[in-house]
Structures are given as structure tokens and as C-alpha cells.
């Protein structure tokens, strides 16, 4: 029998095979199939919520993977019941964010409610600041029984923005003559929720944003008729809102609904511009949500081979920073991202098809990162980012390869 001749090492977990995970959902290597079955939940039909435990570690999200087969309105709550104040993502099955909160479901509790299109989606759920605990979870209907109380945050309901509900235009023409030439609209408003809408005369994907985190920004986009489209609350490992509608709308008259959370009479800045597919993809490796492809215009450091080990110091901004290496044989590596107090790093690893396999915001005694798995021969990439993505520093990237005793 084979052994690994192993060092001093803390924290050391295995990537295995577990059955109830779903393989390759919502851009990750696996989710957990909410209540626990070999097959999807589907809310549409569900008679009942489907509750379940997460342990919530501080060191990364868990995924749990649902179906929905005709539109539906669904809810998904998280309780703060042990303290670990978890924050709930809402993920298409490609991995994209369609929806998020913090606190909405009253105390640190999360409540996210939105209107969804038949599919498969994944409920991302994290402790805030790393603190560890378990959270009871609920995936159910809108007009079910929720599990959270929800909270008033002292705003308006902005209700659904109907083809009689006054509001204020965007553009004085089509939103495409202003968007002509690589154009964008901008405006700022403040006060009670406000409505605002435009027509297209032309199929358009759009990115809609809305800035101010003081305000902690909402938007709803309707269509004519009333029937919501698609929601946000906060997009960006931040307080403000972006929808990336990447499947052209029709050509129509549809309402922006813009609200906030916090304070009511914080200036919010409201854009809207065509959807730019580069700009997205790229965003998303900024944050270290997907991994760009390798040999691509993305920039990525090469490391080489990892034979015993590799270091580099890499500058970390507001941006991730991304390099790769390559392993000549199944081995068990160590990668530790360490700021030396001055930065608080978060490491993400991929493999070369782009499944994210890894993930550590705090090691096993410090705010440095530490993943310890078992990875087979290939080409793997690391992305090096900060916990709140402000200001820079230095830190040092160090890989440690540990082979198998002959």
C-alpha cells in the first residue's frame, strides 16, 4: 500500500465524490441537491418548502441546486439562527448572478424574491466576514409560508410598474438612438422610489446599473404589462445593483424601477447602456468568478511546472490577479496566499476546463489562505484576489507539491 510522505501541514481536505452533490451546475463542480434526493426539487410544483441545514464554514460558499418548470415567483431564505449572518446568490445554471441579499429576511437573516424563467438555478450561500455557524434554509413559492419575518427598511414597495403606472422617460426617443455609436444613458434621482421608462424598437441586450451604497440601490425591470423581468439587489461583491440582460429584449416599451434599501433620500446614479459581452466575461474574471480561458487576451502569469515548489509576490488591487501552473502528476499540493498582515487574500482555484475547485478566504490561523487538496496531472488556475477588493498590496503566492513515497 502507497503512502504519502506528507510535512507539517494544517487543514488538509480531499476533493471526493459525495452522493446527494450535483457535477458541473452553475459554473461550479458540484451543488447540493436541496432536500437531499438523487433529483431537483421543483418549486414550481412543490406542495411544501423544502428546508434543509447548511454548515457554513467562513472559508467558502455552498450551492444547492433546485428546478423551476414554468415561471415562478420563488422565495429562498437563509436564518441567522447560529449566528453565522448568511448571504444569499442566486445563480442561473450558468453561473450568472440574478439575484442576492444580506440581511432581508430581518436580523442578519437572508430572504431573496424574485421571478424566474423555467430552469435550473443554484442558491449561493456564505457567512459574512468569515464566521463560521449553521443557517436553516427554505426554498419555496412566494405564496407559500416564508421563514423569515422579512424587514421594513423605511422605503417604499415600488409595486409592479404596470402600462398606467406614471413614470418618468428615460429618453426622449427609442432607447436605441440613444444607445447608437456605443452611447449610454445616465441620470441621477433621489427620494421615493421612482419609475422609469423607455421603448425599444429593436431586439437589445442591455446592462442596467444602479450606484450608491449608502443607498443600497434595488432594481426591477417590468415589461408592459406589468410582469416582472428580472430583479437586483446587490451585484458585484457589492451594495449596488447590476442587471446584465444578455438575452435581447423584444422590441417594446418596458419600466425601470428604481428603490433603496437603506436610505431613502441617498442620490442613486442609474445607468443603462448596451450589453457588452467582453466587458461581462472580463468583469467576471476581475472578481474572480470564472476563469479566463487560457491563451486568450485575459492577462495570466505562467508559473511552470510545480516540481517541490513555486513562489511569486504578486501586487493585488481592486482586480484579481490570475496565474497558472502545471502539475506532471497527481500529487497533493499546498497554496498558501499570504499578505503579511497588510492584505487580507482570498485564493480560487480552477482547473484547466474552467470548474472551480477550490476556494479559501482565511486559513487555518490568520487571514493569509491556505487550500490543501489533491490535484491530478494537468494545468490548473489560481486567482488571487482581496476580501474587500480596496486598495493593494503585496502578496506572496507559494504552491508546495508533496509526492508519493516509492
Not at 432581508?104 to 430572504?111: D, K, L, N, T
Not at 441617498?266 to 466575461?281: C, E, K, N, R
Request: charged share 15%; aromatic share 8%.
Amino acid at each position: 500500500m502507497k503512502k504519502l510522505n506528507l510535512l507539517a501541514v494544517g487543514a488538509v481536505a480531499f476533493l471526493l465524490p459525495v452522493a446527494g452533490f450535483a457535477q458541473g451546475v452553475c459554473g461550479v463542480a458540484s451543488a447540493n441537491i436541496v432536500g437531499g434526493g438523487l433529483s431537483n426539487v421543483d418549486l414550481s410544483t412543490a406542495s411544501d418548502p423544502t428546508q434543509t441545514m447548511a454548515m457554513l464554514s467562513g472559508t467558502g460558499p455552498v450551492f444547492y441546486q433546485f428546478d423551476v418548470s414554468t415561471p415562478t415567483e420563488i422565495r429562498v431564505e437563509a436564518s441567522d439562527s447560529d449566528g453565522a449572518d448568511p448571504v444569499v446568490v442566486l445563480l442561473n445554471a450558468t453561473g450568472v448572478e440574478i439575484a442576492g441579499d444580506d440581511d432581508g429576511g430581518g436580523g442578519r437573516s437572508a430572504r431573496v424574491e424574485t421571478f424566474v424563467q423555467p430552469g435550473t438555478y443554484c442558491a449561493q450561500v456564505n457567512a459574512y466576514g468569515s464566521q463560521a455557524g449553521t443557517s436553516l434554509l427554505q426554498f419555496s413559492r412566494i405564496d407559500q409560508p416564508a421563514l423569515t419575518p422579512g424587514v421594513d427598511f423605511g422605503t417604499e414597495d415600488t409595486g409592479a410598474c404596470t402600462a398606467d403606472t406614471p413614470a418618468e422617460p428615460l429618453t426622449a426617443g427609442s432607447l436605441n438612438a440613444a444607445l447608437a455609436n456605443g452611447g449610454n444613458v445616465s441620470l441621477t434621482r433621489t427620494g421615493s422610489p421612482t419609475y422609469h421608462r423607455f421603448t425599444l424598437d429593436m431586439p437589445t441586450a442591455l446592462t442596467l446599473t444602479a450606484v450608491n451604497p449608502d443607498a443600497d440601490p434595488v432594481l426591477r425591470l417590468y415589461d408592459n404589462a406589468g410582469v416582472l423581468i428580472v430583479e437586483n439587489d446587490d451585484a458585484n461583491n457589492s451594495l449596488n445593483s447590476q442587471i446584465d440582460q444578455q438575452d435581447p429584449l423584444a422590441a417594446g416599451t418596458y419600466c425601470l424601477a428604481v428603490s433603496a434599501l437603506s436610505d431613502a433620500n441617498a442620490p442613486i446614479t442609474v445607468s443603462v447602456m448596451g450589453f457588452d459581452p467582453v466587458a461581462f466575461l472580463n468583469g467576471r474574471y476581475d472578481r474572480a468568478e470564472a476563469a479566463p480561458p487560457l491563451g486568450g487576451d485575459y492577462p495570466v502569469q505562467e508559473l511552470g511546472a510545480l516540481s517541490t515548489s513555486l513562489s511569486s509576490d504578486i501586487f493585488v488591487g481592486t482586480k484579481a490577479i490570475w496565474f497558472t501552473f502545471t502539475m506532471p502528476e497527481a500529487s497533493l499540493v499546498v497554496l498558501e496566499a499570504i499578505g503579511n498582515g497588510q492584505v487580507d487574500p482570498v485564493v480560487t482555484l480552477f482547473n484547466e476546463r474552467g470548474t472551480q475547485i477550490g476556494y479559501n478566504d482565511d486559513g487555518p490561523s490568520s487571514y493569509d489562505s491556505q487550500l490543501a487538496l489533491e490535484l491530478q496531472a494537468g494545468r490548473y488556475l489560481v486567482a488571487i484576489t482581496q476580501y474587500n477588493a480596496e486598495g493593494s498590496g503585496v502578496v506572496r503566492a507559494f504552491l508546495q507539491r508533496y509526492v508519493r513515497a516509492q
